[in-house]
Structure formats: structure tokens, C-alpha cells
């Protein structure tokens, strides 16, 4: 974390860790370090397993894109089906204009159809909205 932090700085980017939506993908290994990084000391198994979850992640797709511990570019905290390149291979500017990162975000805008190779095919909350409205323009402000 200390070294995602500085490479945020060096971009001009804020650093905002948070708990991972679904612990199982990314289990925290060092919970004493974490708690103390994100100041929630002792309550990391608490918010862990009770945290509530964001409901409109698919906006994070272009406010504040999530990136995996190990690099990998998710798009948002809930995506845990596959990633759009990894930021310390690539840079972040270049993963974040792959072909597959621009295809989810028409994707979810409902401009273009599905892609069962784009991570949020198979995620509830994308399905969920598309099926409700077909288009999910309202639901991704945050």
C-alpha cells in the first residue's frame, strides 16, 4: 500500500484504500498493518465481513477505477470475475484505454451489447440494472 500511495502522488491521484467487497477474492493477510493503515485498528474483521456494499460500483468505472493489490485493473470494488490489464505492467494510462476498458464502459452505458469476455457480464449489480431499465445512465452517479 505504501507503494501504491506514492505511485498515486506521482500521478496526481488521491489514494483512497478501502476493504475489498468480497474478501474472499483478496484475502487480507497482515490484518494488524491494514487496520492500522486504514485507522480502523482492531475492526477489521468487522468491517470486512459487515461493510456495507456500494451499490452503484459501476460508476467507479470512471470516477475511481479499482485496482487490485497486485495490479490488476478491476474497474470497480465488486468485480471479482476478471480484470482489464494490470497498471504496474502497462501504466495506468494505457489500462485504462485498453480496448476491453472502453467496451465495459459502453457496455454499461447500454450503448453497445454484452460481452461475455468483459468482467461485468457476469456481475449481479450490472444485470440487475440492465434488466430493470436498460440502461443504467441514472444509476451510475455517485
Given at each position: 500500500?505504501?507503494?501504491?500511495?506514492?505511485?498515486?502522488?506521482?500521478?496526481?491521484?488521491?489514494?483512497?484504500?478501502?476493504?475489498?467487497?468480497?474478501?474472499?477474492?483478496?484475502?487480507?493477510?497482515?490484518?494488524?498493518?491494514?487496520?492500522?493503515y486504514l485507522?480502523?485498528?482492531?475492526?477489521?474483521?468487522?468491517?470486512?465481513?459487515?461493510?456495507?456494499?456500494n451499490f452503484?460500483?459501476?460508476?467507479?468505472?470512471?470516477?475511481?477505477?479499482?485496482?487490485?493489490?497486485?495490479?490488476?485493473?478491476?474497474?470497480?470494488?465488486?468485480?471479482?470475475?476478471?480484470?482489464?490489464?494490470?497498471?504496474?505492467?502497462?501504466?495506468?494510462?494505457?489500462?485504462?484505454?485498453?480496448?476491453?476498458?472502453?467496451?465495459?464502459?459502453?457496455?454499461?452505458?447500454?450503448?453497445?451489447?454484452?460481452?461475455?469476455?468483459?468482467?461485468?457480464?457476469?456481475?449481479?449489480?450490472?444485470?440487475?440494472?440492465?434488466?430493470?431499465?436498460?440502461?443504467?445512465?441514472?444509476?451510475?452517479?455517485?
Amino acid at each position: 500500500m505504501p507503494l501504491a500511495k506514492k505511485m498515486a502522488e506521482e500521478l496526481g491521484m488521491e489514494f483512497l484504500p478501502k476493504l475489498n467487497h468480497t474478501p474472499s477474492y483478496s484475502p487480507i493477510k497482515d490484518e494488524k498493518f491494514v487496520g492500522d493503515y486504514l485507522k480502523i485498528g482492531k475492526n477489521v474483521k468487522f468491517d470486512v465481513n459487515y461493510q456495507n456494499a456500494n451499490f452503484k460500483p459501476c460508476g467507479q468505472l470512471w470516477f475511481s477505477p479499482q485496482i487490485n493489490w497486485d495490479g490488476k485493473l478491476l474497474g470497480c470494488c465488486v468485480n471479482r470475475y476478471g480484470d482489464f490489464g494490470n497498471v504496474f505492467e502497462k501504466g495506468l494510462k494505457k489500462a485504462l484505454k485498453g480496448e476491453k476498458y472502453r467496451y465495459a464502459k459502453k457496455m454499461v452505458l447500454g450503448k453497445v451489447k454484452p460481452r461475455e469476455d468483459i468482467p461485468c457480464y457476469n456481475c449481479k449489480y450490472f444485470n440487475n440494472i440492465k434488466n430493470r431499465n436498460n440502461s443504467i445512465k441514472n444509476d451510475i452517479i455517485i
